[in-house]
Each structure stands twice: as C-alpha cells, then as structure tokens.
C-alpha cells in the first residue's frame, strides 16, 4: 500500500451552508454517482462501447467546484468527464445519449464517452489525451481576460475551470499553462484530482515531489490542498479561489485529495490496488459524508436524502430510456461538422 | 499602387484585420516588442498593445492550445511559428485539437485560428529549422493547409484566412519575404481553396507550391526558349486540394509533373499524384512525374542543400523528356 498522506483539515471553517445549497449539492453528487453506476451497467449490458472511466469516489471534487460557479463559467474535463458535465449542467439525457451513440447526445455521437461537450453549458470538453485540455481551459481564461482589457467589457468577469489528474501533473502542459497563467493572472481555478494512480502508476512512484499544490509556489501562485472526500472543504476552497480569480487577482492550483472506487476504466482488471488501500478510502465516501453532515447539523432529514435519490434514480432511468429510443446518427451526415461554413 | 515587400504585405493583412474585428489577434514567441522574428508584426504591439500582440514564453504546445481554448470561446486568434518547425511541438494541439474538436464536439464548437509563419528550406539553417510540416499535417482532418507564393497572394490568402471560421494552417516561406510586388490600394481577398493558374500552357501541367513555383518559372524561361509551352498551377490550397483545377488542367495537357519543396515520402505530390490517378487516370498519356525534396534531413552544407531540394534545370529537363519524348 502507498503511504498515505494526512488528510488536510480545513483550517478555517466551512462557510456555512444553507439547506437549500446542501441539498443542491447532495443532489448533484447524487446524480453522478447514480448515473456512473448505470453506466457500468449499461457498459455490461453492451450499450456503450470503447474506454469508459468512471468517476465514482470523486463526487466532492466536481460537485465542491463547480456548484460553487455560475453557470456562465467554464468547465474543462478530461476522459473522465460525465460528472463533471452533468455538474456543469449538461442534461444526463444528452450525455448518456452520447455515450450510447446517437444523434441526440451532447457530441452528436461523433464524440463518445472521453469527448462531451456543450457549448450552452460552457463544457470545453472532454480531453482523452492526458492534460491537452489544460491549455484549453487556460486559453478560455486568457479570452475573459482578453474581452474585460482589450475589449474594455466590464461583464467579462468568467472563471474557469480546468480538472485533471495527479498524472497530468507531471506533463509539461500542466507546468507551462501555470507558468502563463500566473504571469498574466488569468482567471482559472486548476483542479488535480489526486487519485493517487495513473491507470497503474502510483503517484509517489512518478513524481519526486509527490504535493502537488506545492508546485504553485514555484509560479507564485496560490497552492492549496483540500480533502476531496469532503465536499464542503472542497467548495469552501473552490469559493475563495473563485472569487480570487474573478476580481482578476489570478489563478489557484488546487489540490483535492480522493480517490477512484473504481478501476480507471471499464476495461481496469485494477489489480495493483490494495484492499487495504481501497477499504481506507471507501470508508470516506464523501456523498455518506455529506449526508451525514446535513443530517447531523439538522439541514436535512433522511426523508429528504431518499426523496433526492429517487427523483434522480428516475431520472437516470429517463435518461437510459432516452439514449436508447433516440435515433442513431444520420450515416448521409458522416461527414459533417468537419469544417464550419 | 505600391511597391510592397511580402513580409510587409503580411503584416498589412494582420493590421488591417485588427482594425476590422477587435477578436482578431495575435501570439507567439517575439511577436510583440520584437516584432516578429521576420519583422511581419513589427510595430502592431506599438498600436495594439501588449492584449491583442501577445508575447508568449517558449511553450508551443501549450500557446497553441491557448489559442484553441481562445477560438472556442469567441476569439480569433493568429498564432506566429516563429518557425513553423517549431511546431512540431505543438503536434498534439495542432491535430486533436485545432483539427478534430469541431467534429468530435458534434459541430458544438468553431475554432477560427490561423497558425502561420515561415516554412521550407532556407539557407543553410540546418535540418531542423529547413522542415516542410505541410506534409506532416496533411491527413490530419478538419484542418485547411494554404501557402502563399507571391507579395499579392500572400495579403489576400492571409486575411481570408483570418476571416475563415476554420483552423487554417498558412505556411509562408522563409526565402519569399523579401518579394516586391505592386499591390493594389484597395482592400482584396483571396479564395483559400483555388489554385492559380500562373502561365497558361498545353504541353505539360506543372504543379507546384509556395518556393517552387519560381524555381518552376525559372526553368520556364528556358524552356520557352526552346519552344515549350508547359501550364504552370500554383496549388495554394495544399488541403483540400482543387481539384477542379488540375483536372481541368490535365485534361487539356495529359501530362503532369509535381515540382515541391516536401520530401517525396507522404509529401503533397503524394497525395496529388494518388488523386490524380484517382480521378484522371484516363487523361493520362504519362505518368505522373514528382520532382520533390531527397528524402533525408536537409544538410547543412549548402552544396549538399542545394542536392537536396529540387533545380530549375532538373524541371527543365523532367519537362524536356516528357514532352519531347512523349514519355
């Protein structure tokens, strides 16, 4: 088993939450996980194909993050990007369409499981190669900070933000946007998910310096790390550097630690894991941590959790009803969307 | 009209779309106080300002994916190669991102970008900085691959470029820039997927691009004067190529040689000549003939680097034993 590393406590405390905001979040940790356990299923079933990789365990890191935007801001995901782009608010509908193949799925069915994107919902994608989406995501910021100084637009005031990896840490994307985006202070919130694994290279066997949110210092920039396992830490972080980011102050790397409950993808015999290591972070689900944080601070009643998860379970039933009945893609319009007129 | 040198009619079609469209602008490695490293931005950080005539460290990928992640989001940016070799670097970028996202995305996303700067084989610059990635990056899909030849068609082909909603990769070529040519007053715009139709001839088609076409015209001169009459296309679109063009062409000629810059591995003549055979193959009375680089890394030696890319005498004489020979 790797050492593991002490979990951060947040040293100042969670900005309080409210119940309506608890339950949106709930809900939407809900939802991705939900939606990623009907997607093992239906990958089993043979109603997706290709590299599928699943996102549960990780629900505090794209829930903590993104509910803490608005909806104009940016989102940049990786292959692993369902949850992140139904927290973007991406329509399970579309996405599970996607990832079935048909015309009505948020890439049209030209995309698939590690390529969904939504325009409307400002998801810059879905990257399959490991941190090519980062300089994406660092380019939307230089266009916010582009309209707000060169176009003199005073409501260009977007974040965005860009999610990936421990592995895509040790690429040089990851070193050279954070070196540009601290220079022009750029308004982006960089999000590693420490996983601790790269399919199956641990982290502290790749990196020397295995903290990530260290390497912010080195760009003066900020560098924090949270428990990703803890949803309000991640969103109490995700809040500052947010704010930081929109009153052009800069960028933040952020690390979140968590943890996949799953292989790192469908097609994972993940057989370098240890149980040890999996029961450790099993015991920290961060959605039984929430739920348990709600009901304890009385914000919430069980009642209310089970009501939240069978809205979302029909939805996600909706959802897989959706994908199956929709059309498959048109084969006269294979080559559209190549070029635009 | 004005007597104009490329790089400066270069630098007029970026001016003049900057002052058209506030979203236009420009990145790359000493674009701005430098003022590009052939001088075709010179002066535009003076007027535009350090936003729109951006410096960026020496990081190809990863500007070139800011460019993209730009243009996604409503910019327009052109990104200087300082050496179009350099970006080599930014390969990834380049190929999933500029030229399949559009259609991975579902049509969810344009990407208005143009990636230009100097290509081909200068003097003595050695191997890496002599490259001709426009044959690299002619299977990637989703991408328009231009280059300009001439003062006037490079003004013309660049701002529509600019104005394309496509990523566009615009090659100049680093021994073109000190071209002089009269170029209009008023405002002009070139098709980005025609070829021109240099000298009109009937004996022979010589398809050519960017550097080559005057070491074409060159031999030209010389074969006039032995009473050849060969038709000369700049290809310009080296991605899609017009084919409208050459078969009009070779219908009338039946024989066409390919004069390019690219090693003749997977270069444009390759693709040209599998497509001409193709599509042509019974207007044919020759083979297509490929007068294109050696295939090795181009050397330093000039001796041996004028060994490397194609003559005008060679063209001379491919045209000769074609024609004369009827071969």
Redesign the interface.
């Known amino acids: 088993m790797v050492q593991e590393r002490t979990l951060p406590v947040l040293q100042t405390s969670p900005a309080a939450i409210t119940r309506e905001e608890g339950l949106r979040v709930y809900e939407d940790m809900i939802l991705g996980r939900f939606f990623e356990d009907k997607c093992a299923e239906m990958y089993y079933r043979g109603k997706m194909f290709g590299f599928v990789h699943l996102y549960n365990g990780q629900e505090a890191v794209a829930s903590g993050v993104i509910k803490a935007m608005r909806s104009d801001d940016y989102v940049c995901s990786t292959y692993r990007d369902h949850v992140h782009a139904l927290s973007a608010g991406v329509p399970p509908n579309q996405v599970m369409a996607e990832l079935f193949g048909k015309a009505t799925g948020c890439s049209k069915g030209r995309g698939g499981s590690m390529h969904l994107f939504s325009a409307e919902h400002r998801l810059l994608g879905g990257f399959a190669f490991v941190a090519e989406g980062i300089p994406i995501a660092t380019g939307a910021a230089l266009q916010t900070k582009y309209r707000r100084e060169a176009l003199h637009d005073a409501s260009a005031d977007q974040v965005t933000a860009c999610f990936f990896g421990d592995g895509a840490s040790n690429n040089g994307q990851f070193f050279e946007c954070l070196n540009m985006a601290a220079l022009w202070k750029l308004p982006i919130l960089f999000v590693v998910e420490n996983n601790k694994w790269a399919i199956g290279m641990a982290h502290d066997r790749a990196t020397s310096d295995t903290e990530i949110y260290k390497k912010a210092k080195a760009f003066g920039m900020h560098g924090v790390e949270v428990d990703g396992m803890d949803v309000l830490a991640v969103r109490t972080v995700a809040q500052e550097a947010v704010a930081r980011a929109r009153a052009g102050e800069g960028p933040t790397l952020i690390e979140a630690l968590t943890y996949r409950f799953r292989g790192h993808s469908l097609a994972d015999p993940d057989e370098l894991r240890s149980k040890e290591e999996k029961d450790f972070w099993f015991s920290r689900d961060p959605i039984k941590k929430l739920a348990a944080y709600l009901i304890e601070q009385d914000l919430a009643k069980e009642k209310d959790l089970k009501a939240i998860e069978k809205k979302i379970q029909i939805a996600i039933d909706d959802a897989v009803t959706f994908a199956e009945s929709s059309p498959e893609p048109d084969p006269s319009e294979l080559h559209h969307y190549i070029f635009a007129d | 009209m004005a007597e104009v040198l490329m790089f400066n009619a270069l630098r007029a079609a970026i001016d003049e779309e900057m002052a058209r469209d ?2 236009v ?1 420009v990145m790359g490695e000493d674009v701005g106080q430098y003022g590009g490293s052939y001088k075709v931005t010179k002066g535009l950080y003076e007027k535009y ?1 350090e ?2 005539v951006l410096d ?2 020496i ?1 190809e ?15 327009r940016p052109i990104i200087e190669g300082m050496n179009m070799g350099f970006l080599l670097l930014a390969f ?2 380049i190929s ?2 500029a030229g399949m ?12 970008i143009v990636i230009r700067g100097p290509g081909g084989v200068g003097r003595q610059l050695g191997a890496e900085h002599s490259q001709r990635l426009e044959a690299y990056f002619q299977a990637v ?2 991408l ?1 691959i231009v280059a300009c030849s001439t003062t006037y068609n490079a003004k013309g082909l660049l701002k529509a470029a600019i104005r394309d ?2 990523p566009v990769l615009f090659f100049e070529h680093v021994l073109l820039y000190n071209l002089k040519e009269d170029l209009p007053d008023q405002e002009y715009l070139l098709p980005l997927d025609k070829a021109e139709i240099v000298r009109p001839g009937k004996d022979v088609t010589i398809l050519t691009y960017s550097r080559m076409r005057h070491h074409v015209l060159q031999a030209v001169k010389t074969l006039e004067k032995s009473g050849f009459d060969p038709e000369v296309i700049d290809l310009i679109s080296l991605k899609p190529l017009d084919m409208e063009a050459i078969a009009a062409s070779v219908q009338k000629t039946h024989r066409v040689i390919i004069v390019e810059e690219c090693m003749k591995t997977g270069g444009i003549g390759a693709e040209l000549t599998a497509s001409i055979n193709d599509q042509l193959f019974d207007e044919l009375d020759a083979p297509v003939l490929r007068l294109s680089s050696q295939d090795i890394p181009t050397p330093y030696n000039g001796t041996l680097e004028n060994l490397t890319i194609v003559q005008p005498t060679q063209i001379v004489e491919a045209v000769q034993k074609m024609v004369a020979l009827r071969v």
Do not use: C, D, W
Request: hydrophobic share 30%; proline share 9%.
């Open positions: 506030e979203t602008f300002g936003m729109r960026t460290p990081a990928n990863s500007f070139t994916g800011m460019a993209i992640g730009a243009a996604m989001t409503g910019l990834n970028q999933n991102n996202l559009r259609y991975t995305s579902g049509g969810n996303f344009k990407i208005p899909p989703g328009k909603p496509n």
